[in-house]
Each structure stands twice: as C-alpha cells, then as structure tokens.
C-alpha cells in the first residue's frame, strides 16, 4: 500500500537540499537517509534520501543527484510516497496510520450516527477527520483525545464526544438547553429569595 509520507517545499540553500512538509508520525523510518520513495508526479522520482536533518524545527533532505538550488526547486510540490505493508501498525499505541481510519463510522458516545470518514487533513496544529454526513454535507471533527474518544479498528468506527456546536444537531440541542436554563436562574434565585 502506498502512502503520501511528505512533501517537497521549497529549495533551502544552494547545495540541493529543500525543506519538506512531514505527512507521517513515523519521519525518522519513513524519511530516513537511503530510503527510496515514489513521487507524484511520477516523472520526479523515484528519489533516495541522501541526508536529512532538523532545521529551525524543519525536516531538510537532500535527494541523491539533486546538487544544486535549480535541481531543488525542480522538486517543489513533489508528494513523497512510501510503500506500507497495510498490516503494519504505528509503533505507539494509541497512533493510527491514515488507511486505517479511512472509511471508519463516526459515531458520537450516545450512538448517534455522524457519518462517515472520507478524508483525514494534517494541519500544523492537529489533524481533522473530515466526516460525510448521511445527507452528503461536511463536518470537520478534531482528532484529539477530548473529541475523539475511541477507535475500534475491528468494529470499523470512531466513537466521539463532540462540544456544543461542533456538530449542527447538537448545537440545536444546546441552544434549547440554554432556553430552559434562562429560566433555571430566575428560579433559583426566587427559592433563594424565599429562604432569605
């Protein structure tokens, strides 16, 4: 199975290396010197990684037979792939390779249906499962440990316990909450007004 694990930024210095933007928890195996990766485009590759190092927390590679900035930038928006065994597991536990939760059920923890994952972003902050909903609409999901709450490989689903408003349903079911609970204050502070 083949999986984007980088892509190629832009030119850094001028002895061929570039930076690259890191699509995979497992750099250090993934983008390792010698490891030989496809491209997408096809035409740029294969490339092997000659060296690679951290840079003003940048991962910087050098590709062998890249030698200069022109080579380098030839590279620019270059999609790394490597090849995965798809029964492979991440090292720590608690970690999920993207093809794993593709296609997972979303459920919240009550058993309410969300949807289906069609599509995971990797952003600089945290990752986002994009979930289908059952009438073709989008919602992102945060994939953290305080939203997303289980992934059960076996059962083919991702358990959540999503806040107010993150999900168009619940948020409907708060505002209502938050009707009833106007009236809450008043109550209290009348009972307290008796008491007094």
Request: zero cysteines.
């Amino acid at each position: 199975m083949q999986l984007v694990v980088a892509r190629i930024g832009r030119a850094h210095g001028i002895k061929g290396e570039v930076t690259v933007e890191v699509r995979t928890d497992e750099p250090e195996l993934r983008l390792a010197p010698g490891a030989v990766l496809a491209t997408e485009p096809a035409s740029t590759g294969p490339l092997t990684i000659e060296t690679g190092r951290v840079h003003s927390g940048r991962l910087i590679l050098r590709f062998e037979g890249v030698k200069d900035r022109t080579g380098a930038e030839a590279l620019r928006n270059t999609l790394l792939i490597a090849e995965v065994d798809p029964e492979e597991l991440p090292e720590e536990e608690d970690e999920y390779y993207d093809h794993q939760l593709m296609d997972l059920d979303v459920v919240t923890k009550d058993g309410e249906e969300v949807g289906r994952i069609t599509e995971i972003s990797h952003l600089p902050s945290q990752d986002l499962f994009i979930v289908e909903r059952p009438d073709g609409s989008e919602v992102m999901i945060p994939f953290v440990e305080s939203i997303v709450i289980e992934i059960d490989l076996e059962e083919q689903r991702a358990v959540i316990d999503p806040p107010p408003g993150l999900i168009d349903d619940r948020a409907e079911i708060v505002s209502s909450r938050d009707d009833s609970s106007e009236e809450d204050p008043s109550e209290e502070a009348s009972s307290e007004d008796a008491d007094a």
